[in-house]
Antibody
Framework: QVKMVESGGGVVQPERSLRLSCAASGFTFRNYGMHWVRQAPGKGLEWVAVIWYDGSHQYYADSVKGRFTISRDNSMDTLYLQMNSLRVEDSAVYYC????????????WGQGTLVTVSS | QSALTQPASVSGSPGQSITISCTGTSSDVDIYTFVSFVSWYQQPPGKAPKLLIYEVSNRPSRVSNRFSGSKSDDTASLTISGLQAEDEADYYCSSYITNSTPHWVFGGGTKLTVL
């Protein structure tokens, strides 16, 4: 069955960096676009970034543009999110999600990894 | 403020039906794209979101047929029939939008309470 497992979260100081990973299984990873979506404590969902199935295109929310980089390794079935210059407001649970279609929805989600930015 | 507007909360008794609305309220939201690509997600407390409805009214095979989606003009709706206690969760609408570059937006979420 489709499964995605995020890792790499933790507590980090403002302005530091962190890299999240999402290990995928149960489907042909290289055929699907992949997203990161986050949820601050007690708040709603916020889309963060997308990467095309072949890694050829990446797009970001304005709130993270220039600080976060999404990437993937199709040989390892793994998605990444490199987060630099972290801010307190980046504290959230970060979910990886599979894109069902190029312009569409998120049909499977991981369980999430918590990132806390605090001094 | 979210680009998609949902009611903050709804409630219903077991066996009843409820409807949650989702309206594109931001100038960033192209109405044509919104009403074509809106999707709905269920998030039980402490769990990850789950896709319920995609492209307005399509339901994945793993989702109960008690969940249905529709649209009218510039508003999308999620209806849950035969309410059950396990339906108590947060519900989010979402859509792909394209103003300058592709991106996605979510509604603020609706908390469903089963009385």
């Amino acid at each position: 069955q489709v499964k995605m497992v995020e890792s790499g979260g933790g507590v980090v100081q403002p302005e530091r960096s962190l890299r999240l990973s999402c290990a995928a299984s149960g489907f042909t990873f290289r055929n699907y676009g992949m997203h990161w979506v986050r949820q601050a404590p007690g708040k709603g969902l916020e889309w963060v970034a997308v990467i095309w199935y072949d890694g050829s295109h990446q797009y970001y929310a304005d709130s993270v543009k220039g600080r976060f980089t999404i990437s993937r390794d199709n040989s390892m079935d793994t998605l990444y999110l490199q987060m630099n210059s972290l801010r307190v407001e980046d504290s959230a649970v970060y979910y990886c999600a599979r894109g069902r279609a190029p312009r569409g929805d998120f049909d499977y989600w991981g369980q999430g990894t918590l990132v806390t930015v605090s001094s | 403020q979210s680009a998609l507007t949902q009611p903050a909360s709804v409630s219903g008794s077991p066996g009843q039906s409820i409807t949650i609305s989702c309206t594109g309220t931001s100038s960033d939201v192209d109405i044509y794209t919104f009403v074509s690509f809106v999707s709905w997600y269920q998030q039980p407390p402490g769990k990850a979101p789950k896709l319920l409805i995609y492209e307005v009214s399509n339901r994945p095979s793993r989702v109960s047929n008690r969940f249905s989606g529709s649209k009218s003009d510039d508003t999308a709706s999620l209806t849950i029939s035969g309410l059950q206690a396990e339906d108590e969760a947060d519900y989010y609408c979402s859509s792909y939008i394209t103003n300058s570059t592709p991106h996605w937006v979510f509604g603020g979420g609706t908390k469903l309470t089963v009385l």
